[in-house]
């Protein structure tokens, strides 16, 4: 994170092959970012019950789209590009960062958050066709799989909010299923 400038990758994905050469073939989210969680119970401890904690995540459109420009964009051309050019290697991306994400999720309500919210910060750089394609099942199946996680522990479902910037278009899939999504926060 860099101040004024957001989330920056160094060395952002150019080419499907980049894929393999950069980003580690498999990630301990439970070990590795152990400091997230571990914050998270202090916090709610510190807390004492006078108002819930909320975990948070990147959805999968948004993190693929910082891995492959490098940093914000006011158009986000080059994931957009990366669709249409590498769809099959995209949606193996989105794929793998949807799971993460179900994993991050489950481990911060486990720590201790009482709900979670799932940024979807460039959700309207999307057409409604792209979201529908790429970004729709993924986010179904986030909500999904954290449910069936949580439920598969002996753990009490959260809340899981979704929010999707400009998203005005993805609003009535969004909210079509409340067994996925138990509310949908408008920008």
């Known amino acids: ?110 720590a201790g958050a009482q709900l979670v919210q799932l940024f979807e910060s460039h959700l309207g750089f999307l057409t409604p066709k792209l979201f529908k394609q790429f970004e729709f099942p993924l986010l179904k199946h986030i909500g999904e799989q954290l449910k069936e996680k949580l439920k598969a522990d002996g753990l009490d479902p959260v809340p899981l909010i979704m929010y999707g910037k400009d998203g005005h278009f993805a609003l009535s899939d969004l909210g079509k299923d409340p067994n996925i999504f138990d509310v949908i926060s408008l920008d």
């Open 1 to 110: 994170m860099m101040a004024d400038q957001g989330p920056i990758f160094t060395s952002p994905l150019n080419e499907p092959q980049d894929i393999k050469k950069k980003l580690k073939e498999k990630v301990d989210i439970q070990n590795d970012l152990k400091y997230v969680y571990d914050a998270i119970t202090l916090t709610r401890h510190k807390l004492d019950g006078k108002v819930p904690l909320i975990g948070f995540a990147g959805a999968p459109w948004t993190l693929f789209s910082y891995m492959i420009e490098g940093k914000g964009s006011k158009t986000f051309s080059k994931p957009k590009k990366w669709l249409y050019q590498y769809p099959y290697e995209s949606l193996e991306l989105l794929q793998r960062l949807a799971n993460l994400t179900i994993d991050y999720l489950y481990y911060q309500v486990k």
